[in-house]
């Protein structure tokens, strides 16, 4: 029996995904894997590993859209989308969902991923492109560590730039987890074949 060829693309690549998915961090890998491979993630977060885990994981959810849309659309028109941003796939993910066979209920549960992506979308743009930035609050006390943008030089201290601090990069990790693991709910795509290594 012929084995189609973009399965076992997905199969081959399973084992490098198997790290960043579920409620856990990135950070958190099991001593067996640790023995096997060099650890791939830092067992503590600190803002390299924070920024390290969140652009990663943000590749594994983009990778299971791309799974979402691979099985739903032809070859031809699959092949287009290679090369558009994330938000273009977003779009017709959205577009299959509204036009495709879901429930009422499974149709509003993609909407209230595509409201909590949003956010999410936006903050991964801010740490793509920021730079660490030591920021003096208030004199006498200690300084504050941000993630900010480097085209804000000049208005630092404005009202509207946004200026990420460490634990809000964590928790953004957090809910970046929930959405890959919504996602595979969802769709389904994920856990229709076996992961390799798990039961």
């Known amino acids: 029996m012929s084995v189609n060829p973009r399965s076992k693309r997905r199969t081959l690549f399973r084992t490098a995904l198997a790290y960043p998915l579920g409620n856990q961090l990135c950070g958190e890998t099991n001593a067996q894997n640790s023995k096997a491979m060099n650890p791939i993630f830092s067992a503590n977060l600190d803002w ?24 739903r659309m032809p070859p031809d028109q699959f092949a287009k989308i290679r090369k558009e941003p994330f938000q273009e796939r977003i779009g017709r993910v959205r577009k299959l969902v509204d036009g495709g066979d879901f429930s009422a209920e499974q149709k509003q549960a993609f909407e209230h991923f595509f409201t909590r992506l949003e956010s999410v979308r936006e903050l991964r743009n801010h740490i793509a492109h920021g730079h660490l930035l030591v920021r003096i609050i208030e004199v006498g006390k200690a300084p504050i560590l941000t993630l900010s943008l480097p085209k804000d030089l000049n208005a630092t201290e404005a009202t509207e730039t946004r200026h990420l601090e460490f634990e809000e990069v964590t ?29």
């Open 171 to 199: 928790k953004a990790q957090s809910e970046l987890a929930a959405l890959i693991e919504d996602f595979q709910k969802l769709t389904g795509d994920w856990h229709s074949e076996t992961l390799i290594g798990h039961r």
């Open 48 to 71: 390299p590993s924070a920024i390290g885990n969140f652009i990663l994981n943000y590749g594994v959810l983009d990778w299971h859209v791309f799974v979402f849309l691979e099985r």
